[in-house]
């Protein structure tokens, strides 16, 4: 399915602020940019970087007073996610290099501290694919989807505790669960389809069987038609805008919208034979 998607934010600074923007999507597994366009308000010089997880970063600096955002892309997206019951666990030893750092503790999800948990989750679970189905599945079961109840300091370990958060809290308790069994996790953010209420959304993927594969622990089954933005440990390396200074963010606005179908052949043929009497036929017609 082909996809609009964008934001737009609205910021005051109250003197030149440095950023660091995470809002460019780029074509790869599942998705394909088609179009882009990116407008900042004022105009300020802007250069673009890749991170260490592939990502796109575009750093600006905010002069003083009212600053805007708005991005809007439309991308072709898979329908479906790739599942893999069954699939078996991937040895430590046998990880990619650029994979071993995902099985580490990281600044919100304490997996050394919730070993406990894991195991009892996924107790008599096949190891690999299936354990991160099933933490997918108990996350989603037993914790409460809840705007307002975690905020930017939330941990794994806090939401494991209150059993409430939003699709980052749930995301960063997956991940971290995973990485308790020695299954590589990462955190992705993005766009979600249909997602209610709209917002930038969250979820985690998990590496078993030689790949990544996506969970959602805040939907019932597998859902595809999301857009992704950025990869990383947990939020403190996804955020979609990092200020180094004073700066209020005053609204933001998300959507996702599916592109209209395409005129059918025959609407097609009647539009370009009543163009071509009207060109042909025209008085307006200059002769070079």
């Known amino acids: 399915m082909q996809l609009n998607a964008g934001c737009e934010l609205s910021f005051y600074a109250q003197s030149p602020t440095p950023l660091i923007l995470m809002l460019r999507p780029r074509s790869g597994a599942g998705q394909w940019i088609i179009r882009e366009e ?17 990502n796109l970063c575009q750093r600006v600096v905010a002069p003083e007073g009212p600053f805007s955002i708005h991005f809007s892309a439309t991308v072709q997206t898979a329908d479906l996610i790739d599942t893999g019951i069954g699939a078996p666990y991937t040895p430590v030893e046998d990880l990619p290099d650029d994979v071993l750092h995902f099985t580490l503790p990281s600044r919100y999800c304490q997996s050394d501290q919730l070993g406990s948990l894991a195991a009892q989750i996924t107790k008599n679970v096949e190891s690999g694919y299936d354990q991160a ?19 930017a300091s939330t941990s794994a370990v806090d939401t ?19 990485r308790a069994l020695n299954i590589p996790a990462r955190m992705v953010v993005g766009y979600l389809y249909q997602l209610d209420p709209m917002d930038l959304h969250a979820w985690f993927e998990a590496y ?16 595809g038609n999301r857009i992704t933005v950025a990869y990383g440990r947990d939020a403190a390396d996804v955020a979609f805008t990092t200020q180094f200074g004073s700066m209020t963010l005053n ?19 009647v539009d370009e034979e009543a163009t071509l009497l009207t060109t042909v036929g025209s008085t307006e017609q200059t002769a070079n």
């Open 38 to 54: 990116y407008q900042i308000t004022p105009a300020v010089n802007v250069t673009e970087f890749t991170d260490m997880y592939g």
């Open 133 to 151: 189905e099933a933490i997918r599945k108990w996350i989603y079961e037993s914790i409460t989807y809840q705007y307002g109840t975690s905020d």
């Open 160 to 178: 494991a505790a209150s059993r409430v958060g939003v699709c980052r809290d749930f995301t960063h308790l997956g991940i971290s669960l995973c």
């Open 208 to 223: 078993v069987d030689g790949r990544w594969f996506t969970f959602d622990a805040t939907q019932a089954l597998p859902r």
């Open 251 to 269: 609204e933001m606005k998300v959507w996702v919208d599916a592109v209209q179908n395409e005129t059918s052949e025959s609407d097609k043929k």
